[in-house]
């Protein structure tokens, strides 16, 4: 799904934050952090947020607390360095990055997913919306610019790092919600640039170079990810990730990343699915 433009007045929000508007201070935290309408300045969106939390806004105090942990401050640099990739399959290029996310980030993630699932939609390019379509019986979260928090914020720019991707090119984050039987049936996330529809979006953002998935949770038995060539099912601990290569290096679309998120047979899956383009949409 493609970000749209989101109005942002920087200058209103921090005249509405100053007045101890925990909200305004709050979205500042999280503009800083993406570096959106503002700098893109950690050191700022920490100050924000510690704002936020002395006006009361009811997710800034627990997001400083689990970006602390136990130590005074925020360590951002450790925050945004992630353990070494492994290869699992060279064609498509597909990497497992074991123990990228502690499992109280996960737990953040799972919980603020579970207020706002619904049933998962395909983007559909004609009418610039979601539709439910059979390929997908599982539920999903989508964290645009209203829902998002600055311990996402930082779990996107881990990502991209990780992925050696630009920030700005990542779509709004997804989190996936499997309950036993539900299934996101064999797909590929790379847009067909043969397909008209999606020449303008193709044009703006460019191709969905890569896919990255954070496992939330372990304690389900089936759902694997599971890819066609190859035949390579994997399942990740709680925190470990996937990434994979939607083109190859000459920026063509891989034709062998077919894949799909297979049924739980027992408890529920929770992913969540990170789709990084190359640039930001063109404003
Ligand atoms: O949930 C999974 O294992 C797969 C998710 C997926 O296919 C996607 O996000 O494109």
Redesign the pocket.
Same mark, same amino acid.
């Given at each position: 799904m493609t970000a749209a433009p989101v109005p942002i007045d920087p200058i209103a929000l921090s005249e509405a934050a100053r007045r101890g508007d925990g909200g305004a201070a709050h979205r500042l935290a999280v503009l800083s952090a993406m570096g959106l309408g503002v700098p893109h300045d950690w050191r700022m969106a920490l100050d924000w947020l510690a704002k936020a939390a002395g006006a009361g806004h009811a997710t800034a105090g627990p997001e400083l607390d689990l970006l602390s942990g136990r130590s005074a401050g925020v360590d951002i640099a450790a925050w945004l360095a992630s353990p070494p990739p492994r290869a699992l399959s060279e064609g498509p290029a597909i990497l497992a990055i074991d123990g990228f996310l502690p499992a109280e980030v996960c737990d953040w993630l799972r919980a603020r997913a579970e207020a706002l699932a619904e049933p998962a939609l395909v983007y559909d390019f004609d009418t610039g919306r979601g539709r439910r379509e059979s390929v997908r019986t599982n539920a999903a979260a989508r964290f645009d610019l209203e829902r998002m928090d600055v311990v996402l914020a930082l779990v996107r720019e881990r990502i991209a790092r990780a992925a050696g991707l630009p920030v700005p090119g990542l779509e709004w984050s997804?989190v996936?919600h499997?309950a036993v039987g539900q299934s996101?049936d064999w @797909?590929v996330?790379w847009l067909d640039p043969a397909t008209p529809a999606y020449a303008s979006d193709l044009a703006a953002r460019g191709q969905r170079i890569a !896919?990255f998935?954070i496992f939330l949770n372990d304690d389900f038995d089936g #759902?694997? !990810?599971a890819f066609e060539a190859g035949g390579l099912r994997h399942r990740g601990r709680k925190g470990d990730a996937l990434l994979w290569a939607n083109t190859l290096p000459d920026g063509s679309i891989d034709q062998r990343t077919r @894949?799909? #998120?297979?049924p739980p047979t027992r408890g529920e899956?929770w992913?969540l699915?990170q789709?990084l383009r190359g640039r930001a949409p063109r404003v």
């Open positions: 997804q996936l499997y996101f @797909h996330d !896919t998935l #759902g694997e !990810t @894949h799909a #998120g297979l899956k992913v699915s789709w």
